[in-house]
Each structure stands twice: as structure tokens, then as C-alpha cells.
């Protein structure tokens, strides 16, 4: 199993742009979801899928959007860049079940937005 | 909203000694779980240990363990006989056990205590 992939693994974006980060994950998780890392932050939940056709919002959710239209990928869409979103980006999957269901994170993508 | 709350911006302990980390949370809620996360220089995180807040018997695996007092909301972690490779940051962070429907589901981070193993 790959677990959590993440592509690319780093981005330099100019103000404006768009671009779409990608997650994939063959764990048959029904839970994905999308953080931010900035420095001296904990990660930030961004937003989140319970399993294919369904999102919805994290914490800090504007400038992004997302869609799950298979169990396996969850994209993240960042529509016109801006240099607040410049961050570290982790995606993150889990079993849906109640429970302590550890989240199986991806290597992260460092995107810089000048 | 939960926060989490890491008052440690930064450990140093020599290898082969036991080093606690601190970590306050504020919930209203009474089902939930807890959670350590190491992330080393790589950027991976790694889960370390987990915590329901259900169970009053404190979780531990291997060398890490933890202090749970859930009256006093607080969720330490423990690393005994320290080695080099424990040297990341380390994440507590926490999970609702409710079923959200309409609001956010995933985990609440703290900022994080930088551990640096002295050899």
C-alpha cells in the first residue's frame, strides 16, 4: 500500500494563479480531509469529506475549494493564490467509524505563493 | 470551539533521560479522544499515542506513555529513556467523538514543543 500521496510535493504559485494540490489514498478511508502548517502553528483544518459526494468545512476554509468524487481522491483547489496561503499542505485520511481512528497523513506540499 | 494548548515552545533533555511534555485542552464536551503526533525534520507526522477519554486507565506504548486528568483537562506525554530519534516537534491534538453532522470533524492541533535531545 502507498497509504497517503501527495502531489507535487513543492509549488511556487504568483499571486493570482490557480492550481490543484492532490491526495490519494488506497485504504478504502471514507474520511479525508486537508490541513495548513504555518510556522509556530499547529496544522488548521481546512476541510473535510466523509466520503464520496460529501464535504464540508474546517476551520479555515476561504480561498479553497474541494470535491470527493471517488473514495480515493480528495483534491484541493486553490482558485486565484494569494501569499496568506502560503503553507505547508498535509492531506490526511481515516477510517469513518467512531472511535480514537488514527489519521494517516500524507508527506505534505510546500507552497509558496510570491 | 476546542482549543488545545501547548505552553512549551521547546524541550531539551539529555538522551537516556525522561522528558514530560504538557498539554491543556478546553472542551465542553465529555466523549473525546487525545492524541500525540511527532513530526520530524522530514515533515511526516507520525501518530505516537492515543487517548479515549472514556478510559481512565492511561494509554502507553513502548517508551511513551501519558498522564490523563480529565477533570483538570490536561494530557501530558512521557518519553522515557529518550533517544536521538525522538528529536521532532510534537503535536497534542484533540477529536470529538460526536457525530458532527453539520459542523467541523477533525482534529483541534496545538502549536506544537520542539524536543531536542541533547547526546
Known amino acids: 500500500n502507498a497509504g497517503v500521496t501527495q502531489t507535487p510535493k513543492f509549488q511556487v504559485l504568483k499571486t493570482g494563479q490557480s492550481m490543484t494540490l492532490q491526495c490519494a489514498q488506497d485504504?478504502?478511508?471514507?474520511?479525508m480531509s486537508w490541513y495548513r502548517q504555518d510556522p509556530g502553528m499547529g496544522l488548521r483544518l481546512i476541510h473535510y469529506?466523509?466520503?464520496?459526494?460529501?464535504?464540508d468545512q474546517g476551520e479555515v476554509p476561504n480561498g479553497y475549494n474541494v470535491s470527493r468524487s471517488t473514495t480515493e481522491d480528495f483534491p484541493l483547489r486553490l482558485l486565484s493564490a494569494a501569499p496568506s496561503q502560503t503553507s505547508v499542505y498535509f492531506c490526511?485520511?481515516?477510517?469513518?467509524?467512531?472511535?480514537?481512528?488514527?489519521?494517516?497523513f500524507g508527506p505534505g506540499t510546500r507552497l509558496t505563493v510570491l | 470551539a476546542q482549543t488545545v494548548t501547548q505552553s512549551q515552545p521547546e524541550m531539551s533533555v539529555q538522551e537516556a533521560e525522561t522528558v514530560t511534555l504538557s498539554c491543556t485542552y478546553d472542551?465542553?464536551?465529555?466523549?473525546?479522544?487525545l492524541f500525540w503526533y511527532k513530526q520530524p525534520p522530514s515533515r511526516q507526522m507520525i501518530l505516537v499515542i492515543r487517548?479515549?477519554?472514556?478510559?481512565?486507565q492511561n494509554a502507553t506504548e513502548n517508551r511513551f506513555s501519558v498522564n490523563f486528568q480529565k477533570a483538570a483537562k490536561s494530557f501530558s506525554l512521557k518519553i522515557s529513556d529518550s533517544q536521538l530519534g525522538d528529536a521532532a516537534m510534537y503535536f497534542c491534538?484533540?477529536?470529538?467523538?460526536?457525530?458532527?453532522?453539520?459542523?467541523?470533524?477533525?482534529?483541534?492541533f496545538g502549536k506544537g514543543t520542539h524536543l531536542i535531545i541533547q547526546p
Open positions: 472542551t465542553s464536551e465529555s466523549d473525546y479522544y
Open positions: 485504504m478504502n478511508h471514507e474520511y
Open positions: 491534538a484533540y477529536r470529538s467523538a460526536a457525530w458532527s453532522g453539520g459542523g467541523a470533524d477533525g482534529l483541534t
Open positions: 490526511a485520511s481515516s477510517y469513518r467509524d467512531r472511535g480514537a481512528n488514527e489519521q494517516f
Open positions: 487517548q479515549e477519554a472514556y478510559k481512565q
Open positions: 469529506s466523509v466520503g464520496a459526494g460529501i464535504t
